[in-house]
């Protein structure tokens, strides 16, 4: 690190017609006394979450063996060169009511299950993500940002008897507020850096047409910063910059692409065709928000429940949801659980990645707890049991490395509610919690 007088607020935008370009924490924004001893980010913490849909293939997922010894199941295979920062949980359970899938999903961050109805009445619980944003967004630009890859357009493919709301997300502002997941990789990136001022998408394909982009309207003022500051903070902006202007290519040539049939369903503009670029896409968007602190809390969801999207990419032409009714024919779970491995290695690609960005004194992953899982483990008996759930990150003194196992009474909302704790936010309770889930952090 190269010390110098000059100290950049931590804060510091880059603003150019309708665009805001954040900056990652860079060694010119701690103070040069100061810099030796600590910097901003070694008590940033960060909170992510990857839901995945219509339950897992059990028997390809828990590990054999507990504590240090455990072995890596086949699904979770992908996570060999992380297997020290991860933590496997087995036997926690979600709780009673709310549907099958709309209970999944509703249940997963609340740990209250959705009240029946046909649309009017919609209640559950405030979900732990909102929770956190609540506490941790005082300092970013957003308080949290819902991701998805589905769209909300699947009238009818819920559960009977309770609105689809249930199914379409796991963030929930309030009881009675669940929060949309958004699904178009250019409306997160213009929430993030820029807005057209529109959503008509006629003058979105018009500013496609200038081929305008973000990083052009601050180029100047990206010139003028350079020039004060050290060679490791010039290095640093050069490659964040990088990183933006191929999110944004990637998103363009998406759009340049919306008219083409789509197989499965009808996306919107922005959404690759090929489901592996759409997710690290997504993710790479996630990243950016976090190296540049413009939220400190994402929610994911790999899909909504019930989805019936096919991976062709995998060889899997079958959909999702009728494939996960498998009647324990050992061929279709091990189709399934393909699937599921799939997942997970997108997933792994995405904690390289948080790896590999320096923050403050650590990496992104150092400072970023990611909780991965499913709100149902058999998804052919709808199984509210011994769920599918795996910790990832070193945020809070996570110890990984480990399978822990407990009592198959142990509610999943014990678990929230250590979460809650470790990110500094603590609560005596959280949905229908009986405690806090122990051992996190013990070795």
């Given at each position: 690190m190269i010390i110098t007088k000059k100290a950049l607020p931590r804060r510091t935008v880059l603003r150019g017609l309708g665009a805001t370009l954040a900056l990652p924490l860079l060694d010119g924004m701690v103070p040069a006394l100061s810099a030796m001893r600590n910097t901003p980010a070694a008590g940033m913490r960060r909170?992510?979450?990857?839901?995945?849909?219509?339950?897992m293939a059990m028997e390809y997922w828990t590990p054999k063996g507990s504590g240090a010894a455990f072995e890596l199941s086949p699904i979770l295979a992908p996570m060999k060169q992380h297997r020290d920062h991860m933590l496997v949980l087995s036997g926690l359970h979600p709780g009673i009511g709310g549907g099958a899938h709309a209970g999944a999903s509703t249940k997963f961050l609340t740990g209250v299950p959705g009240h029946m109805t046909d649309g009017t009445g919609i209640r559950s619980g405030t979900s732990i993500d909102q929770l956190l944003g609540q506490e941790l967004g005082k300092q970013t630009q957003l308080s949290s940002l819902e991701l998805g890859l589905d769209s909300r357009d699947f009238a009818g493919s819920c559960d009977a008897g309770f609105a689809c709301a249930y199914t379409n997300t796991i963030s929930w502002r309030t009881p009675t507020t669940p929060l949309p997941m958004e699904n178009n990789p250019r409306v997160v990136f213009e929430r993030l850096f820029g807005d057209s001022g529109t959503t008509d998408p006629a003058i979105r394909q018009a500013r496609i047409a200038e081929d305008r982009s973000i990083l052009d309207s601050v180029t100047d003022k990206v010139d003028d910063l350079q020039r004060g500051l050290g060679t490791g903070d010039r290095r640093k902006i050069?490659?964040?910059?990088?990183?933006?202007?191929?999110?944004?290519?990637?998103?363009?040539?998406?759009?340049?692409?919306?008219?083409r049939d789509l197989p499965l369903v009808q996306q919107p503009a922005g959404v690759p065709e090929a489901f592996d670029e759409y997710m690290r896409l997504m993710f790479e968007l996630q990243r950016l928000a976090w190296q540049t602190d413009l939220t400190r809390v994402v929610t994911f969801m790999v899909g909504r429940e019930i989805s019936g999207r096919t991976y062709n990419e995998i060889g899997i032409p079958d959909a999702h949801h009728p494939l996960s009714h498998h009647l324990d024919d050992p061929a279709k779970i091990a189709t399934m659980s393909k699937i599921n491995?799939?997942?997970?290695?997108?997933?792994a690609e995405f904690v390289d990645t948080l790896r590999a960005t320096p923050d403050g004194d650590g990496s992104l992953l150092d400072h970023t707890l990611l909780l991965y899982g499913a709100g149902m483990s058999n998804s052919n008996a709808h199984a509210a049991i011994d769920l599918p759930i795996m910790l990832v990150g070193g945020a809070g003194g996570l110890a990984g490395g480990r399978h822990l196992t407990y009592s198959r009474e142990t509610p999943m909302a014990n678990l929230l509610v250590a979460i809650?704790?470790?990110?500094?936010?603590?609560?005596?309770?959280?949905?229908?919690?009986?405690?806090?889930?122990?051992a996190l952090s013990l070795a």
């Open positions: 909170f992510g979450v990857l839901y995945v849909p219509n339950g050069a490659q964040y910059l990088d990183a933006v202007r191929d999110v944004e290519r990637r998103i363009q040539r998406a759009e340049e692409q919306s008219d491995t799939y997942h997970v290695s997108l997933f809650m704790d470790k990110l500094g936010v603590p609560m005596d309770q959280v949905g229908r919690s009986t405690g806090k889930l122990d």
